[in-house]
């Protein structure tokens, strides 16, 4: 089991505002970093050390952190934003890394 | 450009051993660890371990203990995954990402190879 978790799956209607989020002990130590798999891709990195966007992400995506929470919001969801998403960081046992369970994000 | 090119898809049958190549250009390879990540049909993503940038140092996922081993070679920049004794369950995409991390206080990926296809069957 992850230790890492986010919701199962969410929606969000066309333009409106999604907050996507992953809670873990571990987020109280580290930043969570945020990535986007879109069927049969790789996943893509669009948000890293708390609220970093890569070149080539847009603004709407944004990220933040408070207590054992990170998350990942987009501020008016475009159709091309429907993804599953995963949280990862540090896990605060030790040496090795883990993702959270995913979000299915559907854009109405 | 960064970029990580990933072997092709690989059939095998239970008991067997699987080795996937990651290319890596772009980038000084010796300066970045790279991780393993893989995704079963259907599933979310899957960390199995990482190599640190000169090879000589493993960290594997505690599940994959004893079967998995991660190798670099730098005179090629390629690093390798193989994953033996292999069964049903095993069969999924296994990427290869670049590690980046600041501060140790943070850690992401970027970018991941393609994926390759590991398909276990009899």
């Known amino acids: 089991s992850s230790e890492l978790t986010q919701d199962p799956a969410l929606s969000v209607a066309l333009g409106q505002t999604v907050r996507v989020t992953c809670q873990g002990d571990s987020l109280r130590t580290y930043y969570a970093s945020w990535y986007q798999q879109k069927p049969g891709q790789a996943p893509v990195l669009v948000m890293y050390a708390k609220n970093n966007r890569p070149p080539g992400i847009p603004d709407r995506f944004s990220g933040s952190s408070s207590g054992n929470t990170a998350s990942l919001t987009i501020t008016g969801a475009q159709a091309e934003d429907e993804a599953d998403y995963y949280c990862?960081?540090?896990?605060?046992?030790?040496?090795?890394?883990?993702f959270g369970g995913g979000t299915k994000l559907t854009v109405l | 450009q960064v970029h990580l090119v990933q072997s092709g898809a690989e059939v095998k049958k239970p008991g067997a051993s699987v080795k996937v190549s990651c290319k890596a250009s772009?980038?000084?390879?010796?300066?970045?660890?790279m991780h393993w990540v893989r995704q079963a049909p259907g599933q979310g993503l899957e960390w199995m371990g990482l190599?640190?940038?000169?090879?000589?140092?493993?960290i594997y996922a505690q599940k994959f203990q004893g079967r998995v081993t991660m190798t670099r070679d730098t005179s090629t920049n390629t690093d390798y995954m193989e994953l033996s004794s292999l069964r049903s369950e095993d069969t999924a995409v296994y990427y290869c990402?670049?590690?980046?991390?600041?501060?140790?206080?943070?850690?992401?990926?970027?970018?991941w190879g393609q994926g390759t296809l590991v398909t276990v069957s009899s």
């Open positions: 190599i640190n940038p000169n090879g000589v140092r493993t």
């Open positions: 990402a670049r590690d980046i991390s600041e501060a140790d206080k943070s850690w992401w990926l970027d970018p």
């Open positions: 772009g980038y000084t390879f010796t300066s970045h660890y």
């Open positions: 990862y960081s540090r896990d605060i046992r030790g040496d090795r890394w883990v």
